[in-house]
């Protein structure tokens, strides 16, 4: 049974960090792509930070140069690194996976993030 774990999550305030992780159970290279989407309360899930198999990442433009998607192999971790926090940054962020075979999503549980002004 695949599982992502997330921890991490906090309130902090504007101008602040914090660091996200989701350790994913079995290998990570099991998935092509690991990555973090976030729910704010009354709007949609968006892609936040998305890092590839192969080592590309991408970012939404919203958190591009404040935000810092990586991961560590040997601890089958996915990081995300959150600087410069917003108010527009509070969400639930879940951790998501990509996985190769089978062919799926996989969901954390997800974490709040609330970022006060």
């Known amino acids: 049974q695949v599982q992502l774990v997330e921890s991490g999550g906090g309130s902090v305030q504007a101008g602040g960090s914090l660091r996200l992780s989701c350790e994913v159970s079995?290998?990570?290279?099991?998935?092509?792509?690991l990555g973090w989407y976030r729910q704010a309360i009354g709007r949609q899930r968006e892609l936040v930070a998305q890092?590839?198999?192969?080592?590309?990442?991408k970012y939404a433009d919203s958190v591009k140069g404040r935000f810092t998607i990586s991961r560590d192999n040997a601890k089958n971790t996915v990081y995300l690194q959150m600087n410069s926090l917003k108010p527009e940054d509070t969400a639930v962020y879940y951790c998501?996976?990509?996985?190769?075979?089978?062919?799926?999503?996989?969901w954390g549980q997800g974490t709040q993030i609330t970022v006060s002004s």
């Open positions: 998501n996976g990509e996985s190769i075979n089978p062919v799926r999503e996989y």
């Open positions: 079995g290998s990570i290279f099991s998935f092509s792509a």
């Open positions: 890092i590839r198999r192969i080592g590309s990442s």
